[in-house]
């Protein structure tokens, strides 16, 4: 019988090879980037493997929410009524206030990246290169504090590449 740990780190990597297999080479720029939905699938699956070392439901919860608004932030989504701006502003205050009361680290870091995302969907002009640099900087830092939750280095590693598999679906536009 295996063990948990063995099962998780199986897990990743199968996750990881997932990722990079839909993941277009650059040598064969003729590749559609992969649609939103799978890229949300690809989100929960990683989420979901870090079940082990992230306890807390609400830095996973956090985390998937970073990842899934960045995806947005990245891919061109903007609110285009006052109606939406409001709710994105509604939604950006709720996030911040939830990042004071942050538990962990990773939730903090993940709330920042998520409240960047919102922004910069809320904001009617548009995606400027310091706005990407700053939430690449953001998204980094997640990976960074996930990565810091794992046991072991090979784990962290594997969970680092699933986010940089992540990472460059976000910025490819179908």
Do not use: W
Request: proline share 2%.
């Amino acid at each position: 019988m295996r063990s948990k740990r063995t099962s998780v780190s199986l897990a990743l990597a199968a996750l990881a090879a997932g990722l990079f297999a839909t993941v277009p080479s650059s040598a064969d720029a003729a590749d559609p980037c992969v649609s939103g939905a799978e890229v949300r699938e690809q989100v929960h699956a990683l989420i979901a493997s870090l079940r082990d070392d992230v306890h807390s439901r609400d830095a996973r919860a956090a985390t998937r929410l970073a990842m899934i608004e960045s995806l947005h932030a990245y891919r061109g989504h903007k609110a285009t009524t006052a109606e939406e701006r409001k709710e994105l502003g509604q939604e950006i205050s709720a996030l911040a206030r939830q990042q004071r009361n942050a538990d962990t680290r990773l939730e903090g870091k993940a709330l920042a990246a998520a409240i960047l995302a919102l922004i910069e969907q809320r904001e009617t002009g548009r995606f400027t290169a310091a706005e990407r640099h700053d939430l690449r900087l953001a998204d980094a830092a997640v990976r960074r504090a996930a990565v810091a939750k794992t046991d072991h280095r090979v784990e962290g590693q594997r969970v680092a590449e699933a986010f940089r598999a992540l990472h460059t679906q976000f910025v490819c536009t179908p």
